[in-house]
């Protein structure tokens, strides 16, 4: 089943950061850049950003705030940490956290490009992460999904 749980664009929020945040470098992955919503550059989600270069962010060092503050759950060590599971080699990418006040964990999980959720590293790790958590899947195509612990909703594939 598909349901729309929140209207794009994603409500952008800073995490607060892991201790091992920085241990992971983003290379020239710039799957963020497209994904999020950046509210300072108008710019909604799944559009890449104009300041978008072959290198990298054209405008890195006055990038705005929202791209400085952002950390995706590879980089945080929330997802496997392998390099194969940098957001633009997985064709997934993570952003979690805990709200506050209220404590509440939000998870989702995005799709760079058509069936990267239904590659069976992701769908073994969703299985994994449902077991306790909620996650909320967004599709290539614009659909979302929720995957909730009771197995009410069905896994992706
Ligand atoms: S998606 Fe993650 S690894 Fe990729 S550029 Fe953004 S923060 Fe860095
Ligand atoms: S301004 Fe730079 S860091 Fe921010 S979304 Fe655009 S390209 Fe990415």
């Known amino acids: ?31 963020c850049c497209l994904l999020l919503a950046v509210v300072e550059l108008n ?19 006055d990038r705005p705030p929202t791209c400085r503050e952002f950390d995706c759950g590879w980089r945080r060590g929330e997802v496997p940490t392998g390099d194969d599971w940098r957001p633009d ?19 989702y999980l995005f799709e760079l490009w058509p069936g990267a959720l239904s590659d069976p590293a992701v769908v073994a790790w969703l299985q994994g992460h449902t077991r306790t958590s909620e996650i909320t899947l967004s599709y290539r195509n614009g659909t979302w999904q929720t995957l909730i612990p009771d197995g009410t909703d069905t896994m992706p594939g």
């Open 89 to 107: 080699r997985r064709g997934v990418m993570h952003v979690g956290w805990t709200e506050q006040p209220g404590g509440q964990r939000r998870d």
């Open 43 to 61: 710019k909604p989600m799944r559009f890449a950003c104009d300041h978008q270069g072959q290198g990298g962010c054209r405008i890195y060092s």
């Open 1 to 31: 089943m598909t349901l729309p749980v929140f209207p794009d664009p994603l409500p952008i929020v800073s995490p607060v950061p892991s201790a091992d945040q920085f241990e992971r470098a983003c290379g020239d992955c710039t799957a």
